[in-house]
C-alpha cells in the first residue's frame, strides 16, 4: 500500500533523525565504553548485592551517587521492604563411606532454603529426573534426600528454553521431596558449562509442606553421584547447610531520568534490577543491565538529545528472590501522577544484543517493526514478541508497552548465578552495544507514539 505522500516525508526525516542519534551514540559509546566503567566499579564497590545484605545497602548509595554525578535529574530512592536470607558460613555435601574418607562434592545451598541441624543431615540419596518420577516411586522416597538430576537439554539452541524446562526442580524441588517424606533436596545446577561450579537460585516452599534444606550441585559433582548411584544400591550422603531467613530489610529502587521537554509527565523506562546472588559480582546478572541503563541515559545527554517525553531509569531491588522492587514502583503513588508510556529492561546478560522483546497489544509489534532496519544497523535487528522481564511486569499487567533487551544467549547460563559471574566475563563493546540500543529504543520510544 502507497504511503500518503505527507506520512512518507514525515518517516523519513524521523528515521533520519534517529540515524544521526545512532551515529552520534555509537560514536561516543564504542570510543568511551562507558558502561564498562561503571560495572567495573559496580563489581569492586558492591560485588555481592543480594536483598538485605550490606553489599545492596552499598549498591543503593552506590547508583545513586553515579546517577547525581552524571547529571540526571529526580535522582531519588523508593523504599521498600526486602526478604533477607543469608547463607551462613561452611556448606558441605559429602558422600559418607564406611572405612574411608568421604568424598566432597561442590555444592551451595538454594536461595530460600531453611538450614540444617547442626551436624547435618544424613541420609541414603534416591535420583530422580522428574516429580513424576518421585511421584511414581512410592514409598522408596521416604527418608531419602531426593536428588534431582534432570540436565537442561543442550540440543536447544536458546538456552533461555532449556532453563524453563529444568528449572522446575531448583524452585519446587524441595516441596515435591517433602510431600514425598524426603528429608532433603538436591538440584543439579542449572548449567549447561562443563565445570563444577554449583549454581544458586531462588527456590519455594509450599504452605502446609515441611520445609526441607535444599542446594544445588555442580553439574560434575552430579554426574559424579549419579555414577556412584549407579555401581551401588546404596549411596549415603550427608547435607551441611548454615542459611536462614532473617526478617525483612529495608532497602530501595534507585531512579533518575531525563526529563521530557514537552511531555514531562510521559515516561518511558529504561531498567535493571540491582541486587544479585550472593555468589559471583552480578556481572551479567544484572550488573550489566544496571550500567546499560545508566549508559544509555548518559549517552543520550551527551548526543544532546533533549527527548519529548521524560526517560528514566529505574534501578530495582530485589528481582532474585521477591521481585519486590518491581511490585513496589508499579503500587507506589507516585506512580499515579505519572503517565508510562513503556518501559524496558536488560536482565539476560551483557552480551551482544540480537535484538529485543515486545509485550503490547496486538498491532504493537508491526509498529515497532517500522525500526528494525535501524536496529540491523548494529546487529539487533531481531524483534519478537515476549516478555519485557521480572521487575517490569507488574506495569505490563497495567497494560504498558514492554521491552526485553534480547543478547546472545549461548554463555549466559554459564555464569549465571554462580562464581563465574565476574567482570572478566563481560566483553566491553558487547555490553555497550546494549546500551546503545537501549538508547534508541528509548529514543524512538519518546519521539513517536507507539
Ligand atoms: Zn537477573
Partial sequence: MMLPVSVRCQDSAATADARRVLSSLLSAGMKERGAYALLRELTREAPHRL???????????????????????????EDIA????????????????????GIRLSVCALGGSVGTQTGGITAEVLEVRSFEELARAGDTARGKIIFFNRPMDASLVNTFEAY???????????????????????????????????????????????????????????????????????????????????????????????????????VIVISGHLDCWDKGEGAHDDGAGCVQALEALRLLQAAGVRPHQSIRVVLYMNEENGSRGGKGYAQDPRREKENHVALMESDRGGFA????????????????????????????GTITQGGGGADISPMAQKGIPCFGLLPENQRYFDYHHSDNDTLDKVNPRELELGAIVEALLAYLLSESKI
Fill in 51 to 77: 536483598s538485605g545484605s550490606q553489599g545492596a545497602a552499598r549498591a543503593v548509595r552506590l547508583v545513586q551517587r553515579m546517577m547525581d554525578s552524571l547529571g540526571f535529574a529526580n535522582v531519588h530512592r
Fill in 82 to 101: 526486602v526478604p533477607h536470607w543469608e547463607r551462613g558460613a561452611a556448606e558441605r555435601c559429602t558422600i559418607v563411606r564406611s572405612g574411608a574418607r
Fill in 164 to 266: 524453563g524446562g529444568a528449572v522446575d526442580q531448583r524452585f519446587g524441588g524441595a516441596a515435591e521431596a517433602a510431600k514425598a517424606g524426603g528429608v532433603a533436596a538436591l538440584v543439579r545446577s542449572m548449567t549447561l558449562a562443563d565445570d563444577d561450579v554449583p549454581h544458586t537460585g531462588v527456590m519455594g516452599y509450599r504452605d502446609g509442606v515441611r520445609k526441607i534444606p535444599t542446594a544445588a550441585l555442580g553439574a560434575r559433582s552430579a554426574d559424579r553421584l549419579s555414577a556412584m548411584l549407579h555401581r551401588s544400591a546404596m549411596v549415603t550422603v550427608r547435607l551441611v547447610l548454615r542459611c536462614q531467613t532473617l526478617p525483612d530489610a529495608p532497602s530501595a529502587n534507585v531512579v533518575g531520568e531525563i526529563a521530557g521537554s514537552v511531555h514531562p509527565e510521559n
Fill in 353 to 380: 544484543p540480537r535484538g529485543f522483546t515486545v509485550d503490547g497489544d496486538s498491532s504493537l509489534l508491526s509498529r515497532v517493526m517500522r525500526w528494525q532496519s535501524l536496529f540491523d544497523a548494529v546487529g539487533a
